[in-house]
């Protein structure tokens, strides 16, 4: 397995509490990972520490084997412009309109660029997702779902090589989670590093290659989707069960993976 990032004994408290306890879990590149649990075991905070947002209180973060915390700035920019993260409540800047929202990753990683050609590039994501005619919106003028549509463009106008998704479909309607589903499976087919964060069992089916099965911040299991899927941990069957089985109509093999004894 080719590690893109890698953390290692990974901490993360609040307030006293362990969010994250002691976690050693490794991305491989080019794979979509996603991550399971109940609400409130930690999902979103191991999203964020692996993406760097959210720096741990102990432990260590790699990419591409090198150590996160002793990356230089230029380092850390390289980083940052060859990832995207995708936030759960979308994080649109509420004073900016849709366009000016996509124009600013390209304005910090790209500031030689004319408006001409932040213009063009801003474009061609729009028509794709039928958002052109209302670039000139603010996001409070968007749906939940259109709001969602534009956060991953922004994630995505850099050309990233790796994606963090924190619930891309919560509280989505039904016709633009298919715009958010053709999104990421485009992104998936195209060998994109994906590592999502959710609750959506469609998506779930057929997106994961890799699971990641948390409780109360402690990692139960890691590993390919059919490992994970047969695993005789109770805990994780449990998880599995709750989540997967409402994903019986998305995938048939799944049903039969989960009642395996």
């Keep these: 397995m080719d590690e893109l990032i890698r953390m290692e004994k990974i901490e993360i408290l609040s307030e006293g509490f362990e969010i994250i306890k002691n976690m050693t879990l490794n991305f491989p590149r080019g794979m979509s990972t996603v991550i399971i649990g109940p609400s409130g075991c930690g999902k979103s905070t191991l999203l964020k520490a692996a993406a760097g947002i959210l720096l741990p209180s102990r432990g260590s973060l790699f990419f591409e084997g090198k150590n996160f915390f002793k990356m230089s700035e230029e380092e850390i920019k390289e980083f940052r412009r060859k990832n995207g993260f995708v936030f759960q409540d979308s994080a649109l800047w509420a004073n900016r309109s849709l366009y000016q929202n996509l124009s600013l990753p390209l304005e910090f990683h790209y500031p030689d660029w004319s408006e001409e050609k932040r213009s063009s590039k801003i474009r061609i994501l729009l028509d794709?997702?039928?958002?052109?005619?209302?670039?000139?919106?603010?996001?409070?003028?968007?749906?939940?779902?259109?709001?969602?549509?534009?956060?991953?463009?922004?994630?995505?106008?850099?050309?990233?090589?790796?994606?963090?998704?924190?619930?891309?479909?919560?509280?989505?309607?039904?016709?633009?989670?298919?715009?958010?589903?053709?999104?990421?499976?485009?992104?998936?087919?195209?060998?994109?590093?994906?590592?999502?964060?959710?609750?959506?069992?469609?998506?779930?089916?057929?997106?994961?290659?890799?699971?990641?099965?948390?409780?109360?911040?402690?990692?139960?299991?890691?590993?390919?989707?059919?490992?994970?899927?047969?695993s005789p941990n109770p805990e994780v069957r449990q998880i599995l069960g709750s989540v997967l089985m409402e994903a019986a109509s998305y995938d048939t093999d799944i049903l039969g993976l989960l009642n395996q004894e």
């Design 128 to 230: 794709k997702t039928g958002l052109t005619s209302q670039s000139s919106l603010r996001p409070a003028q968007l749906s939940t779902g259109e709001g969602k549509i534009v956060s991953i463009l922004r994630a995505l106008v850099t050309d990233p090589s790796l994606l963090f998704l924190d619930e891309p479909t919560l509280s989505v309607d039904t016709a633009n989670a298919r715009i958010i589903y053709d999104m990421i499976r485009d992104l998936k087919n195209k060998g994109c590093t994906l590592i999502t964060a959710t609750h959506d069992p469609g998506l779930i089916s057929w997106l994961a290659d890799y699971l990641v099965a948390l409780k109360t911040g402690e990692l139960l299991a890691f590993g390919p989707f059919d490992e994970v899927t047969k």
